[in-house]
């Protein structure tokens, strides 16, 4: 039995885990769309919303998708259960993008960020006072395009001493801080979807709902499609729901 999948707990799990991860490698994406995007797309804006919620993954290209780069944290550790958990933020509900939202640490890319590693462990530093030295970086997906055509990387790290994390929270950014257990995003409950359509193409948005400390977050969108790609990855296993994701194009103008 794979070690994410056990009852067994310990730091050994993780260790395993990490191991495995190590060895992912995100599928590749056709290099002609990215060329489209460049040439058709570089400093506008796409109109429809849809694509924020699409959660469509884009292969890799650091030269190319260098001027509008971001880094999404998936720090997992291990509950008190002995389940794997994800840590996640509610937004401040005074932001301008997204604000009230549920969403991973993470954020744009700097101009001192030796990769999206860190990225990722820097936005998280930032906004909830997670000690980069304690997350083990050890994968990144696919990148996903935000509504803005961000190229956002995922990046799945381990956090091996969990009681070493006490969040200090960044109130400009975030709200609330807290954790979900990452197997919930490939289970058909307490999940709804929507149906939407981009350039033709019929496609499935996510919603979550969840409760933790008699406080209820609804996990949606990119986050959720984020959430959903990471866990069939880390438990080996897709979700048992249709994810129905759409196959990227780009709108001629």
Known sequence: M?????????????????????????????????DQIMEENEGKVVSQASLTESATPIAQNTEKFRYKRAAVLICIFEGDAGELRVILTKRSSKLSTYSG????????????????????????????GLDPELVD???FLEPFFSKYLMRVVPVIGILHDKKAFKPVLNPAEVEVVFDAPLEMFLKNENRSEEKMQWMGENYLIHLFD????????????L???ILIRAASIVYQQPPAFMEQNPKFKLPRT
Not at 108 to 125: H, L, Q, S, W, Y
């Open 137 to 139: 970086v050890v994968t």
């Open 101 to 128: 939202e549920v969403a991973l640490p993470g954020g744009k890319a700097e101009e001192g960020d030796k990769d999206d590693g860190d990225t990722a462990k820097r936005e998280a530093m930032e906004e909830i």
């Open 210 to 221: 969840y409760e933790i400390e008699h406080k209820k977050y609804l996990i949606w969108g």
């Open 223 to 225: 986050t959720a499609g």
């Open 2 to 34: 794979d070690s994410s999948n056990s009852n067994g707990g310990g730091p050994q799990r993780l260790l395993d885990l990490a191991e495995r991860l190590r060895l992912y490698k995100p599928p590749p994406f056709p290099e002609d769309i990215l």
